[in-house]
């Protein structure tokens, strides 16, 4: 499996990532200790969860998703796995005590307390890569950056990103950062795959040009890739389902950006350029993912360890030029199948 750098640190993580969001929900503590237990004999070293997880989020799992990885990590060596996090930031009010108007926010207090759950939790005594799930636009950039680059020092974190952050954001806390001597960023996790390539544009420009590695989550479209929803399915215990009949307007709103006429008749298309192949929509998608050069590592999901064998047809995947120009043409007939509502312009 390819390993490439994390941003300018001396991190090396393979270009394969195992997310975690699904453990303790959809997938119980038995099944993601075989996930994991399988991301590690594939190859996999590098692990991503969040202080939040399992999502959807709730008051009563909050932290579950870091609890079921430390105890999986538990006997392992340590220096063998690279761990990343991350810091919820503001939109979650209530498993924090609110700050401003209701909102966790990105700040001295929140991060170092977070952290420190995290590592509790996580029972590790540092973080390879500690991320703010949300941008806090409205905080003081110095306070953030500040607190981030004192848990670096104090050897808690070894190397900071972000999540779901914008260009201007990127290029405001590089900026920051060289202006005051503080801890620099050195990854951005956002949503990327074949039915959002806006990361294609703005965002890898600012990734090349600054030493920023983009780290892919959803490269799957959040399920929608692997087929599952087309011919208007809504197959049992998936995540969209869920939203789509029982979730509440947000979730519905986020739903309905996933799976709509645009993305699947995307995926539709994909599926006979997949099938030409002789591989999966899903190995397809990740292969494609990993081949940008602004990519350092691709974030893939499982509720099981049969969707875990999918993806890691992936591992060894190079996609050639005819068929990078055949998934040009899609995008091109369907260009943004995403909907424009609540889609953040990268």
Same mark, same amino acid.
């Given at each position: 499996?390819?390993?490439?750098?994390?941003?300018?640190?001396?991190?090396?993580?393979?270009? +394969?990532?195992?997310?975690?969001?699904?453990?303790?929900?959809?997938?119980?503590?038995?099944?993601?200790?075989?996930?994991?237990?399988?991301?590690?004999?594939?190859?996999?070293?590098?692990?991503?969860?969040?202080?939040?997880?399992?999502?959807?989020?709730?008051?009563?799992?909050?932290? +579950?998703?870091?609890?079921?990885?430390?105890?999986?990590?538990?006997?392992?060596?340590?220096?063998?796995?690279?761990?990343?996090?991350?810091?919820?930031?503001?939109?979650?009010? @209530?498993?924090?005590?609110?700050?401003?108007?209701?909102?966790?926010?990105?700040?001295?207090?929140?991060?170092?307390?977070?952290?420190?759950?995290? &590592?509790?939790?996580?029972?590790?005594?540092?973080?390879? &890569?500690?991320?703010? %799930?949300?941008?806090? %636009?409205?905080?003081?950039?110095?306070?953030?950056?500040?607190? *981030?680059?004192?848990?670096? %020092?104090?050897?808690?974190?070894?190397? @900071?990103?972000?999540?779901?952050?914008?260009?201007?954001?990127?290029?405001?806390?590089? @900026?920051?950062?060289?202006? %005051?001597? *503080?801890?620099?960023?050195?990854?951005?996790?956002?949503?990327?795959?074949?039915?959002?390539?806006?990361?294609?544009?703005?965002?890898?420009?600012?990734?090349?040009?600054?030493?920023?590695?983009?780290?892919?989550?959803?490269?799957?479209?959040?399920?929608?890739?692997?087929?599952?929803?087309?011919?208007?399915?809504?197959?049992?215990?998936?995540?969209?389902?869920?939203? &789509?009949?029982?979730?509440?307007?947000?979730?519905?709103?986020?739903?309905?950006?996933?799976?709509?006429?645009?993305?699947?008749?995307?995926?539709?298309?994909?599926?006979?350029?997949?099938?030409?192949?002789?591989?999966?929509?899903?190995? *397809?998608?990740?292969? @494609?993912?990993?081949?940008?050069?602004?990519?350092?590592?691709? +974030?893939?999901?499982?509720?099981?360890?049969?969707?875990?064998?999918?993806?890691?047809?992936?591992?060894?995947?190079?996609?050639?030029?005819?068929?990078?120009?055949?998934?040009?043409?899609?995008?091109?007939?369907?260009?943004?199948?995403?909907?424009?509502?609540? &889609?953040?312009?990268?």
């Amino acid at each position: 499996m390819k390993r490439n750098r994390l941003g300018r640190t001396g991190i090396v993580v393979t270009d +394969i990532c195992m997310g975690t969001m699904t453990f303790g929900l959809q997938a119980d503590e038995k099944t993601s200790f075989a996930i994991l237990d399988r991301a590690l004999d594939a190859g996999i070293d590098f692990l991503d969860t969040a202080e939040m997880y399992p999502v959807p989020p709730s008051a009563e799992l909050f932290g +579950i998703t870091e609890q079921i990885v430390g105890r999986w990590l538990r006997g392992r060596n340590r220096g063998e796995i690279i761990l990343a996090t991350k810091v919820t930031g503001p939109g979650h009010g @209530w498993f924090r005590p609110p700050i401003r108007g209701g909102f966790t926010a990105l700040d001295r207090r929140q991060i170092f307390r977070a952290c420190e759950d995290s &590592l509790r939790r996580l029972q590790t005594d540092y973080i390879d &890569l500690y991320q703010t %799930h949300w941008p806090d %636009h409205g905080m003081d950039p110095c306070e953030t950056l500040s607190a *981030l680059t004192d848990l670096q %020092h104090q050897g808690k974190i070894r190397a @900071w990103g972000s999540s779901n952050e914008t260009c201007w954001g990127v290029m405001k806390n590089l @900026w920051e950062a060289e202006k %005051h001597g *503080l801890a620099r960023m050195a990854t951005v996790q956002n949503n990327f795959s074949l039915i959002n390539r806006r990361c294609e544009s703005e965002l890898a420009q600012v990734c090349r040009k600054e030493g920023v590695s983009l780290l892919p989550y959803s490269p799957l479209g959040g399920g929608v890739l692997t087929g599952k929803y087309n011919g208007g399915a809504r197959p049992p215990g998936a995540r969209f389902t869920a939203y &789509l009949e029982t979730g509440g307007p947000r979730q519905q709103r986020m739903a309905a950006r996933f799976v709509n006429d645009r993305t699947l008749e995307t995926t539709a298309r994909l599926q006979t350029l997949a099938a030409d192949l002789g591989v999966s929509v899903t190995a *397809l998608a990740l292969a @494609w993912s990993r081949q940008h050069d602004f990519v350092a590592s691709t +974030i893939v999901g499982a509720t099981t360890v049969a969707q875990l064998e999918e993806s890691l047809q992936a591992a060894d995947l190079i996609l050639d030029a005819e068929t990078l120009a055949r998934i040009d043409e899609i995008d091109a007939a369907i260009p943004n199948p995403m909907t424009e509502d609540g &889609l953040r312009r990268l």
